[in-house]
């Protein structure tokens, strides 16, 4: 069993820049790590993934704006997202894959409003 807490969601203008965090509760060194979003009325997707050889896969809707990284040390992910829009607005859910199981947050409300 993994538990993941997010942080770092809020209110952010246009343009603006917010970094999420997500500490697990016991090491990710295994783990593939990635960031989803959910919109109202939309279906949850895939934001950016990185696996245990910090290998990363992005959105396209993201790419070039978003940054996902890995501390395994902190058991911790980050996602840096620079120039955000407003749909960019969602739930940010970390996720943990290992050992064939899921694990998800309990997610974070980023908004991007002027």
């Known amino acids: 069993q993994v538990e993941l807490v997010e942080s770092g969601g809020g209110l952010v203008q246009p343009g603006g820049s917010l970094e999420l965090s997500c500490t697990a509760s016991r090491s990710i060194e295994f783990a593939a790590m990635g960031w989803y979003r959910q919109a109202p009325g939309k279906r949850r997707e895939l934001v950016a993934l990185?696996?245990?050889?910090?290998?990363?896969t992005y959105a396209g809707s993201v790419k070039g704006r978003f940054t996902i990284s890995r501390d395994n040390a902190k058991n911790a992910v980050y996602l840096q997202m620079n120039s955000l829009k407003p749909e960019d607005t969602a739930v940010y859910y970390c996720n943990s894959y290992v050992d064939y199981n899921d694990y998800w947050g309990q997610g974070t409300q980023v908004t991007v409003s002027s």
């Open positions: 990185i696996n245990t050889s910090s290998m990363t």
